[in-house]
């Protein structure tokens, strides 16, 4: 089946360390999304890529980070410099400019829900 | 400046009865999508319609319709006949010229057994 898979559920880390999301897609999307999502409020862009190799910081990127190394993959990293980092994360993906069209739909994974203690 | 608003934040209703989710939007491009998104407890965003600026017609699909009015700036969601597995938040959102969608804050839709 295809989809996005991201791991784990629920994830607990120490203030202070830094903590990698993982975020995986098996529909040869070329774009991949991240956001976070506090309680009762929507979701706020966190970095965005379109490519293998390239990715873009949204609205709220501070101390955060993303690597592109391969198309299905796309991991964020919460680093220590995050000053509220408990949240849920949801990881996104769309077809992207290899579809042709302006604005694609936007497909999203089951989430992973950080608490940092 | 906030994209999308939806001014309701809790809807409760008993099981059979229609509920409308309200949505207004603010943009200056004449190309523009919309975009409704279902997240049920369990977390994940689920895609349930995409509209262009282009297109005005409403859409009816199952319990479910979308009527879009350019002149108002609104995209409003209805749910027709409402089950308790239609319990979730309800997101509305905005695209406008690029690949980044803008959400609202969401509406709670509780319905009662």
Known sequence: DGGITQSPKYLFRKEGQNVTLSCEQNLNHDAMYWYRQDPGQGLRLIYYSQIVNDFQKGDIAEGYSVSREKKESFPLTVTSAQKNPTAFYLCASSSGPASGRAVDTQYFGPGTRLTVL | ?113
């Open chain 2, 1 to 113: 400046a906030q994209k999308v608003t939806q001014a309701q934040t809790e809807i409760s209703v008993v099981e059979k009865e229609d509920v409308t989710l309200d949505c207004v939007y603010e943009t200056r491009d004449t190309t523009y999508y919309l975009f409704w998104y279902k997240q049920p407890p369990s977390g994940e965003l689920v895609f349930l319609i995409r509209r262009n600026s282009f297109d005005e017609q409403n859409e009816i699909s199952g319990r479910y319709s979308w009527n879009f009015q350019k002149s108002t700036s609104s995209f409003n969601f209805t749910i027709t006949a409402s089950q308790v597995v239609d319990s979730a938040v309800y997101f509305c959102a905005l695209s406008e010229d690029d690949y980044k969608l803008s959400f609202g804050a969401g509406t709670t839709v509780t319905v009662r057994a």
